[in-house]
């Protein structure tokens, strides 16, 4: 079982470049998070999908912060122009969501994480 | 509002002591209550969760936690600390209203680092 697999693991770029991070989750997990971790502002949930379409992407910085999910195995987020306040770590979790009525009962796995700096 | 709080940034136990690390919640339904692990320049491990049934819930290396509904807690305890259990800890939660729709988020803490020392 592989697990969420994230790459690159380690970036480091100047500002204003753009950086694309890349993310694949558990295979039949149908629900995939972006998450940000810094030391000032803790975990932070940038964007989330279910069946490959954003429900909640209010977490997201500003529109220099893009994600897609072109399908159930793959998504990326893009920073374009990346600037020194993005550095950090970024992870994407998956789950899988159980359908109908009731209690969905839900457990996030997380990748090992890119870490991002930018100079 | 949905919340989190872990009230401690840092707990220090010795090796072979009990150990706790707090955890109290506000939701406006029934909630799901979860606790990761992060040990150094790694991602988040999943420890266990309460989504029903016995408050005592056991998950992995030995953690176990208690939901209280009344004190709205879930407090993530270790009969005998290891120097290999010190790490972050985090404690989240997810609001299932009637309505829950689609929401898959969940709150998170802001972490408790744990120290034990040999």
């Known amino acids: 079982d592989a697990g969420v697999i994230q790459s690159p693991r380690h970036e480091v770029t100047e500002m204003g470049q753009e950086v694309t991070l890349r993310c694949k989750p558990i295979?039949?997990?149908?629900?995939l998070f972006w998450y940000r971790q810094t030391m000032m502002r803790g975990l932070e949930l940038l964007i989330y999908?279910?069946?490959?379409?954003?429900?909640?992407d209010s977490g997201m910085p500003e529109d220099r912060f893009s994600a897609k999910m072109p399908n159930a195995s793959f998504s990326t987020l893009k920073i374009q122009p990346s600037e020194p306040r993005d550095s950090a770590v970024y992870f994407c979790?998956?789950?899988?969501?159980?359908?109908?009525?009731?209690?969905?009962?839900?457990?996030?796995?997380f990748g090992p994480g890119t870490r991002l700096l930018v100079l | 509002a949905q919340s989190v709080a872990q009230p401690e940034d840092q707990v220090n136990v010795a090796e072979g002591n009990p150990l706790t690390v707090k955890c109290t919640y506000s939701?406006?339904?029934?909630?799901?209550l979860f606790w990761y692990v992060q040990y150094p320049n790694r991602g988040l491990q999943f420890l266990l969760k309460?989504?029903?049934?016995d408050n005592l819930v056991k998950g992995s290396y030995g953690f176990e936690a208690e939901f209280n509904k009344s004190q709205t807690s879930f407090h993530l305890k270790k009969p005998s600390a290891l120097v290999s259990d010190s790490a972050l800890y985090f404690c989240?939660?997810?609001?299932?209203?009637?309505?829950?729709?689609?929401?898959?988020?969940?709150?998170w803490g802001l972490g408790t680092s744990l120290a034990v020392n040999p």
């Open positions: 979790a998956s789950s899988l969501s159980s359908s109908g009525k009731g209690r969905r009962e839900e457990t996030q796995y």
């Open positions: 295979s039949g997990h149908n629900s």
């Open positions: 999908f279910n069946n490959n379409v954003p429900i909640d």
């Open positions: 939701v406006s339904g029934n909630p799901y």
């Open positions: 309460y989504i029903t049934g």
């Open positions: 989240a939660v997810r609001d299932l209203p009637s309505n829950a729709g689609n929401n898959r988020k969940l709150i």
